[in-house]
């Protein structure tokens, strides 16, 4: 579903249940700008009572190890890297490119 | 403020009478609005101009929903009987503003909606953060705290349409009718409703402050939308239109006869599942 008006920018969401614990990774939305992302962030991930969530655009993320954007998904491991890291990544979070 | 805090209500017995009339007044014209904001919001639940967008009308949906219901279950006790109010008022019952009466036909009807009614109700929930009602108040946080996303919402978007001159045509032809409606909402210089809740210490305003913090919140916004409604005169927001009193209601709160259309008031009232209402 497209929208004419605006173009989108991927925001990751990032939230977590009480102050003592880190941040987590919960998802992704999709927004024109910060403002939404925030919104749309709260109401999508909604399934947990947050104690703090934060959006970030997917572009302020560096990669560290990999050549690839980060929170890429799916595709085959590159050849002759069968690092445990990719094995265990956590299934199902964010949009497919 | 120099007055003695003066005692609490802990209940709707403890209410004066006139008081009682006049809170029972308000909270169903509250409840009114929100059950039928709620639709309003569900109607766009699918297609909104994005995904994200439509899951959050679903959001605020459910939310106006659930205020709705807690506010109609508090009016058992202002002598309303809930299961009729829910499930057997005709239109002209309802209490509820005539921009809800009919679904919102595109896109920037329905931001009004977001951006101005919903506003209008949270000011006043907001006006009773610190009632004398005690029993409202720990309803009233939990609402503001979710209707925060709906202003939020409606702030993004209205900037966002507003960024294309064919985004702030579309919003200003309906934010206009929109902008009055809510206006008079509030109801006029002495409305007795908000004078006698203010008074009793029930609201932390009357209509003229009610109304004053409304555009202090939805004025710069449609001010940046180019939309010419507001203007700040010596550091208040002021509204560019006045208030038309000839024919508004002082009960329903709102100019136009008439109610929810008959597809919106058979859906209100839960008609199709009226056999699955037992006692």
Not at chain 1, 7 to 25: L, P, Q
Not at chain 1, 63 to 84: I, K, Q
Not at chain 2, 48 to 53: D, I, N, Q, T, Y
Not at chain 2, 257 to 267: K, M, Q
């Amino acid at each position: 579903m497209g929208n004419p008006l605006v173009d989108d920018t991927v925001f990751e969401v990032f939230a977590r249940r009480k102050r003592a614990d880190r941040f987590e990774h919960v998802g992704t939305v999709t927004a024109p700008g910060p403002d939404l992302a925030r919104v749309y962030a709260w109401q999508t991930y909604d399934e947990q009572k947050w104690f703090e969530m934060a959006v970030a655009p997917r572009e302020a993320f560096s990669p560290v190890n990999r050549d690839e954007a980060p929170f890429t998904l799916g595709g085959p491991p590159p050849v002759g890297e069968g690092s445990p890291a990719d094995t265990d990544s956590p299934p199902g979070y964010g949009v497919p490119e | 403020m120099t007055e003695a805090k003066r005692e609490g209500f802990p209940s709707v017995e403890a209410l004066p009478s006139d008081v009682r009339e006049q809170l029972g007044n308000l909270l169903l014209a509250l409840a009114d609005n929100k059950r039928l904001l709620g639709m309003r919001y569900a109607d766009w639940m699918l297609g909104a101009p994005s995904l994200e967008a439509g899951i959050a009308c679903s959001a605020m949906a459910q939310d106006e929903w659930g205020h709705g219901r807690i506010v109609y279950a508090m009016l058992r006790d202002f002598g309303f009987d809930p299961s009729h109010l829910e499930h057997e008022r005709q239109p002209e019952e309802y209490r509820s503003i005539e921009l809800l009466d009919e679904p919102s036909e595109a896109w920037p009807q329905l931001l009004a909606l977001n951006l101005l009614v919903d506003t209008a109700l949270s000011v006043v929930f907001e006006a009773m953060q610190e009632s004398r009602f005690e029993p409202i108040l720990y309803k009233v946080r939990k609402l503001l705290d979710e209707e925060r996303f709906h202003f939020e919402h409606g702030r993004g978007w209205t900037a966002l349409m507003a960024s294309k001159p064919s985004g702030r045509e579309s919003m200003a032809s309906v934010f206009a009718p929109a902008w009055d409606a809510c206006l008079s909402w509030f109801g006029p210089a002495d409305d007795e409703l908000f004078t006698a809740l203010h008074a009793a210490g029930i609201t932390a305003s009357d209509a003229e402050g009610l109304r004053a913090r409304w555009l202090e919140r939805v004025g710069p916004v449609v001010e940046k939308a180019g939309l010419g409604l507001a203007a700040t005169v010596e550091g208040a927001w002021q509204s560019r239109t006045d208030p038309a009193w000839s024919t508004w209601d002082p009960i329903r709160r709102r100019t136009a006869d008439g109610g929810p259309d008959p597809d919106t008031l058979a859906r209100v009232r839960g008609d199709r599942n009226r056999q699955l209402l037992m006692d």
